[in-house]
């Protein structure tokens, strides 16, 4: 069965970086497009970009563009997403989800994974 | 970008009442519409995609009709189970992008 499975919590100082994997399972990896979402305490849901785990190709929501990096490793089925210079209003889950670019719906979830950002 | 706005923001229903939720796109969207259900802690479950396609799974008391820029979801007869946050999702095929709109919290009454 797909499985999309998410590295776990993480506590950042303001300023600092962090790196969120999804390890996926149960499908063909290459066949499918990896997006982001995340979601602030108490919040909607925010769609920050997704990758192509075919080609490596990216798109980024504007508002995180310049600080925010998704990439995909092959090898292992797994995608990664890099935010930069945290900020306090960083703090919410973070998302990995499963693509259809056939029918532009996520699919599959992974459980997600809080990041707090506090000094 | 393009603003996907709900309505209502909350909404109560006693179980077995129906219950409509609207998203309304600031421009068309075509039928690129997908429909999701939140409980607390929970991910995003996928509903109804294409506007209108109950995805696997989903049982039939969940509909979705629209295009363009007017959506609805309706839950024919409300269950214990279906006490939710309730979320519609458009892409854009140009520049490539996806928006939520603000969702909306179906009550007990």
């Known amino acids: 069965q797909v499985q999309l499975v998410q590295s776990g919590a993480e506590v950042k100082k303001p300023g600092a970086s962090v790196k969120v994997s999804c390890k996926t399972s149960?499908?063909?990896?290459?066949?499918?497009?990896i997006s982001w979402v995340r979601q602030a305490p108490g919040q909607g849901l925010e769609w920050m970009g997704w990758?192509?785990?075919?080609?490596?190709?990216?798109d980024y929501a504007q508002k995180f563009q310049g600080r925010v990096t998704m990439t995909t490793e092959t090898s292992t089925t797994t995608a990664y997403m890099e935010l930069r210079s945290l900020r306090s209003d960083d703090t919410a889950v973070y998302y990995c989800?499963?693509?259809?670019?056939?029918?532009?719906?996520?699919?599959?979830w992974g459980r997600g994974t809080l990041v707090t950002v506090s000094s | 970008e393009i603003v996907m706005t709900q309505s209502p923001a909350s909404l109560s229903v006693s179980p077995g009442e129906r219950a409509t939720v609207s998203c309304r796109a600031s421009?068309?969207?075509?039928?690129?519409l997908a429909w999701y259900q939140q409980k607390p802690g929970q991910a995003p479950r996928l509903l109804i995609y294409?506007?209108?396609t109950r995805a696997i799974g989903i049982p039939g008391r969940f509909s979705g009709s629209g295009s363009g820029t007017d959506f609805t979801l309706t839950i024919s007869s409300l269950q214990s189970e279906d006490f939710a946050v309730y979320y519609c999702?458009?892409?854009?095929?140009?520049?490539?992008?996806?928006?939520f709109g603000g969702g909306t919290k179906v009550e007990i009454k």
């Open positions: 990758i192509s785990a075919h080609n490596g190709n990216t």
């Open positions: 149960g499908y063909t990896f290459s066949n499918y497009i």
């Open positions: 989800a499963r693509f259809s670019s056939a029918y532009y719906f996520f699919d599959y």
């Open positions: 999702q458009q892409y854009n095929n140009w520049p490539p992008a996806l928006t």
């Open positions: 421009q068309s969207v075509s039928s690129n």
């Open positions: 294409g506007a209108s």
